[in-house]
């Protein structure tokens, strides 16, 4: 199966496609990506990842031509961006 990884920080991203075996699970793809060498930073107990946008599990089977996304952190919650951007309006 042709499967891409997918990771993004603020700065850069990095898609690398690979050929999964059949059945193959989300976390299989990943470590056999190599992604995990590039970006040691990721820590799957911790890190979110999903596929397509669609949060889900580790063990979840994939598809042909799915991209497996790992998610990072938020720097900022998105609600008290909100709150600060109107502070500065209001300003």
């Not at 609600?79 to 500065?88: D, L, V």
């Amino acid at each position: 199966m042709n499967i891409e990884v997918a990771y993004a920080k603020s700065d850069e991203q990095l898609i690398l496609t690979i050929q999964a075996p059949d059945p193959c699970t989300v976390e299989q793809a990943i470590e056999q990506s190599g992604i995990l060498k590039h970006y040691p930073d990721i820590d799957l107990t911790k890190n979110k990842v999903g596929i397509f946008s669609q949060i889900c599990t580790l063990n979840k089977c994939l598809q042909e031509n799915d991209r497996v996304e790992i998610y990072r952190s938020l720097a900022v919650n998105p609600m008290e961006a909100r709150r600060q951007r109107a502070i500065q309006q209001q300003s």
